[in-house]
C-alpha cells in the first residue's frame, strides 16, 4: 500500500486535541459560576460577581491552544472561566471568591481581580475597557524580546466604546504586536443593548480601520472557534501580527449579582429571550458534536459530571475552610 | 564629576542604564526623532534604535498602558508623559493598573515602570499646562513619588527610580532643567529613596520643600540669614517614601517650620506635611506649621496675574517672619 500523506487540516489538529478534556472544563466552569450567587447569598462571597454562564465557548476554544506559560491571557472583570482555563485549580478560584489567604491572589483580588502569571493570567480588571492598553504593553514586550509567543486579550462589546481601546488598537496596529483580541460580544453592556449603545455594530470594520484584521465567530459552537483560533494563532505565532475576533455569543444570566431575578431581567431583556438563547448552550452543542463523532459516551459525559461536581464541592470546601487573610498582611504587596 | 544641567543628567541616568540593563526602554511624544521637547532624550535614539527609544501616537491612556503592560511581563519601560498636565488623560491606568496590580495580585505581579516628564508653571503657559498634581500621586498607595531639585539628583534619583521594582512617578521640573550642577561620572551613583537632603543647615526654622520650591527656600534663606534669622532647607527628593526622620529632627532643633510648594494650596503636599509635624512633633513646635503654597486658582495667561500665583522668595520670607513672631 502506498503511503500517502494526507495535509493535516485545522479540523484535525483540533481534534488531536483533548476535547473530552475541553468539554470537561466547560462543566467546571458552569458549574463553578452555578454555585457562586448561592456562596453569595450565604454571606461567603462579597462585593461584586459576574458568571460567564453561556460563554463558555470563548475560553474553550481559544485558551487550551495557548502555550501557557508563555503566552499571556488578560480579561475582563467576568474573570472566572479564564483563570481556569489557564489552569488555576477551582479551589483557589473559589477561595479567592471568598477572601481567603489560600486564594489565588490570598484574598487581595476578588472575584473581578483573579491572577495567576505563573500560569501566564495576567488577571481580570474590574475597569471596562481597562486590560486592552496594558495588552499592548504585553505585546509589545513580546515583539521586543522577538518572542514567538502571544497575549490574548478579552473585552467585552461595552468596551469598544471607550476610548483607551482606540488608542491601544491604534498602537497595536500600528506597531504590529503579536495580541489576539477577543471581542466577548454578548449583545449587552450590563443593561444596555449594543442597539441602544453603539452606533457602529460592526467590531471588525473598528477593528480593520486601526490596521488589526478580524472576523466574526459564533462562540456557542466550541469546534468552530477552535478552527478559527487554531488558524489565526498560528498564523500570528509566524507573521507576529495582530488579529481580532469578534466572537458573539449569548451571557445566560444577568451582568452580576445586583441583576439577576425575573423582575431585573424584564428591564432590559424577557424571559423569552433568554430561553431562546439558551436552546443553543455551548457545552451542550459540543456534547453533541463530539457525541456524533464518538468522542464522548453518555457513560463518559455522566462521569464527567459526577467528578466535576464532586471537584467543586471538594473546592468549596477548601475554600470555606480556609483562613482569612491575616491582618498584618494588608500593608503587604503594595510595593515589590 | 563634571558639570551639567539637569536636563543632561536625566539623560546620562537613561543612556547609563540603558546601557547596563537591555530591559530598560524609553516610549512617549517625541523622544525620539524630535530629540524630546525639551530636548531631554536628544540623541537617545540614534544611540539606542527605534526598538528601544518608541516615538508614540499622542495617546497618553496608550502609552501608560504599554508601559504598564510591559512592565508586568518584565521589561523596565520609562514612559514620558510631554508635561504632567498630559498625564490625567491616563489616570486610570495609572492609577487603577500601575500602582494596584502587584497589591490586588497578592504581590505576584510587579510593575517596574518610571514615569517620567516635566511638570512646573512659571512660563504663562496658562491653565491646563500649569499643574503637576504631585499630591493624587503621592495620595495613592503602590506610587512611589520623586521629584529632583538639582543636577545631581537627577541624575541619582532616575538611576534608583529606573531599577526600582515599583511604578515611580518621576516628576522634574520644567524650570530647572537648565541648572547646573555636580553629577558624578560613576554609573553607580544613585540617590536613595526615602532620604531627604539638608541643603542648608540652620537653627531658627525648618523649611520643607522639593522641586523648584526649594531654591525658592534657599533664596529666602539666604536673605533672612542677612536678618539674623537662620534657617535650615531639607529638600524632600521623594513624597512617597518620606523621610519623615530628617523632617522631625530638624523640627526638634528649630521648633518652627513652613512647608513649601508651587503645587495649589488646598489639600497639596503641604497639608500632609504639617498634618505629620503636628502629629509627631507638636511639643517641639512654639508655633503652627505654615505653608506656602500656589494660589488656588487656574493659572492665569496674564505675565503679572501668573507672577501672583505662584510664590515667591518673599512669601517664604514672610511666613518663617509670622511663625517666629
Not at chain 1, 460567564?52 to 481559544?62: F, H, K, N, P, S
Not at chain 2, 506656602?292 to 510664590?311: F, S, T
Amino acid at each position: 500500500m502506498a503511503n500517502t500523506t494526507v495535509e493535516r487540516t485545522a479540523e484535525d489538529d483540533i481534534l488531536g486535541h483533548d476535547l473530552q478534556h475541553i468539554y470537561r472544563t466547560m462543566l467546571l466552569t458552569r458549574r463553578l459560576e452555578e454555585s457562586v450567587y448561592r456562596k453569595f447569598h450565604e454571606a461567603k462571597i462579597g462585593g461584586y460577581l459576574h458568571r460567564y454562564d453561556g460563554m463558555e465557548g470563548l475560553v474553550a476554544g481559544i485558551i487550551p491552544l495557548l502555550e501557557l506559560p508563555g503566552d499571556y491571557v488578560l480579561s475582563t472583570y467576568r474573570d472566572h472561566a479564564h483563570a481556569i482555563f489557564c489552569g488555576t485549580p477551582a479551589k483557589e478560584v473559589l477561595a479567592e471568591l471568598m477572601g481567603r489567604a489560600t486564594g489565588c491572589a490570598a484574598g487581595k483580588g476578588g472575584s473581578m481581580h483573579l491572577t495567576d502569571p505563573v500560569r501566564g493570567f495576567l488577571g481580570g480588571d474590574g475597569i471596562v475597557g481597562g486590560p486592552v492598553p496594558v495588552s499592548l504593553g504585553v505585546g509589545y514586550a513580546l515583539k521586543y524580546r522577538k518572542s514567538r509567543n502571544i497575549c490574548v486579550c478579552y473585552f467585552g462589546d461595552g468596551a469598544m466604546n471607550q476610548g483607551g481601546v482606540h488608542e491601544a488598537f491604534n498602537m497595536v496596529g500600528l506597531f504590529r504586536l503579536p495580541v489576539l483580541y477577543v471581542l466577548e460580544n454578548n449583545g449587552y453592556a450590563m443593561g444596555t443593548s449594543l442597539q441602544r449603545s453603539t452606533g457602529q455594530t460592526d467590531f471588525v470594520l473598528k477593528a480593520e480601520a486601526h490596521g488589526i484584521a478580524g472576523e466574526r465567530v459564533d462562540g456557542m459552537d466550541v469546534l468552530h472557534v477552535l478552527k478559527v483560533a487554531r488558524k489565526a494563532i498560528d498564523r500570528m505565532r509566524d507573521t507576529g501580527e495582530p488579529y481580532f475576533l469578534q466572537i458573539d455569543c449569548e451571557r445566560f444570566v444577568g451582568h452580576g449579582i445586583g441583576d439577576d431575578n425575573t423582575k431585573a431581567w424584564t428591564t432590559y431583556r424577557t424571559q423569552a429571550q433568554i430561553d431562546e438563547a439558551r436552546k443553543r448552550d455551548p457545552i451542550v452543542l459540543l456534547y453533541n458534536a463530539l457525541s456524533a463523532r464518538g468522542l464522548l459516551s453518555d457513560a463518559d459525559a455522566e462521569r464527567m459530571d459526577a467528578e466535576v461536581a464532586a471537584e467543586i464541592e471538594e473546592a468549596i470546601a477548601f475554600a470555606e475552610s480556609s483562613p482569612e487573610p491575616p491582618l498584618d498582611s494588608l500593608y503587604e504587596n503594595v510595593y515589590s | 564629576m563634571a558639570t551639567m544641567r539637569y536636563q543632561q543628567a536625566l539623560r546620562l541616568a537613561m543612556t547609563e542604564e540603558m546601557e547596563r540593563d537591555p530591559d530598560v526602554f524609553l516610549c512617549g511624544e517625541e523622544v525620539g526623532q524630535y530629540q524630546g521637547t525639551y530636548r531631554v532624550t536628544e540623541g537617545m535614539l540614534d544611540k539606542f534604535g527605534p526598538r528601544r527609544v518608541v516615538d508614540t501616537p499622542i495617546s497618553e491612556i496608550g502609552i501608560a498602558g504599554m508601559a504598564t503592560g510591559s512592565a508586568m511581563v518584565g521589561l523596565r519601560p520609562v514612559a514620558e508623559f510631554m508635561t504632567w498636565s498630559f498625564a490625567l488623560e491616563a489616570m486610570d491606568q495609572l492609577v487603577n493598573h500601575a500602582a494596584k496590580i502587584t497589591y490586588m495580585s497578592g504581590g505576584r505581579i510587579r510593575c517596574p515602570v518610571v514615569f517620567r516628564g516635566p511638570a512646573g508653571v512659571g512660563t504663562q503657559l496658562s491653565a491646563q499646562h500649569s499643574q503637576s498634581m504631585e499630591s493624587w500621586y503621592a495620595h495613592t498607595p503602590g506610587f512611589k513619588v520623586a521629584m529632583p531639585a538639582t543636577a545631581t539628583d537627577a541624575k541619582g534619583l532616575l538611576k534608583t527610580a529606573i531599577r526600582d521594582d515599583n511604578p515611580v512617578i518621576f516628576m522634574e521640573h520644567a524650570g530647572l532643567y537648565g541648572l547646573q550642577g555636580d553629577v558624578p561620572d560613576d554609573p553607580e551613583y544613585l540617590v536613595p529613596f526615602g532620604k531627604a537632603a539638608v541643603r542648608r543647615a540652620g537653627v531658627h526654622c525648618t523649611l520643607v520643600s522639593y522641586s523648584r520650591g526649594v531654591h525658592l527656600c534657599l533664596k529666602a534663606a539666604e536673605r533672612l540669614a542677612a536678618e539674623g534669622i537662620d534657617c535650615e532647607v531639607i529638600d524632600l527628593r521623594t513624597l512617597v517614601p518620606l523621610d519623615m526622620d530628617t523632617v522631625l529632627e530638624s523640627v526638634r532643633k528649630t521648633h518652627h517650620a513652613v512647608a513649601v510648594h508651587e503645587e495649589w494650596r488646598n489639600v497639596g503636599f503641604a497639608a500632609e506635611l504639617s498634618a505629620r509635624i503636628h502629629e509627631q512633633a507638636f511639643d517641639d513646635l512654639d508655633a503652627p506649621v505654615l505653608r506656602v503654597a500656589g494660589a488656588d486658582v487656574p493659572m492665569p495667561y496674564a505675565k503679572n496675574l501668573e507672577r501672583a500665583a505662584i510664590p515667591t522668595d518673599n512669601d517664604v520670607i514672610a511666613a518663617v517672619k509670622k511663625t517666629l513672631a
